[in-house]
């Protein structure tokens, strides 16, 4: 089992930016690749950014690319979700997800752990 806390949620005003932190606990941190998604009211849950075991790759969607920039610290256990140039239609609820035995994994069926989600409000 992982276990997932995200942080670092708020209210931001579009230009803002802010830094979402995910923690895990429980197996070894390393061997997963992590990711982050993000669910709008009424709308899908869809991929973010990803990151590969060691950091050494990185990949996002289209929407964020150029703006996000996703991190991971194995020491600490912790991936981070930099969010610069925010617009109000990023506003969500941003989850971490940790994924195992997939590589380069987008879907939200390739990933085996969840958090509970932190929430983002831009406003315009």
């Known amino acids: 089992q992982v276990q997932l806390v995200e942080s670092g949620g708020g209210l931001v005003q579009a230009g803002g930016s802010l830094r979402l932190s995910c923690a895990a606990s429980g197996r070894t941190f390393s061997n997963y690749y992590m990711g982050w998604f993000r669910q709008a009211p009424g709308k899908e849950r869809e991929f973010v950014a990803g990151i590969s075991w060691s950091g050494g790759r990185t990949y996002y969607a289209d929407s964020v690319k150029g703006r996000f920039t996703i991190s991971r610290d194995n020491a600490k256990n912790t991936v981070h979700l930099q969010m610069n140039s925010l617009k109000p239609e990023d506003t969500a609820v941003y989850y971490c997800?940790?994924?195992?035995?997939?590589?380069?994994?987008?879907?939200?069926?390739?990933?085996?752990?969840w958090g509970q989600g932190t929430q983002v409000t831009v406003s315009s």
């Open positions: 997800a940790a994924a195992a035995g997939i590589m380069v994994p987008r879907r939200l069926s390739e990933y085996d752990y």
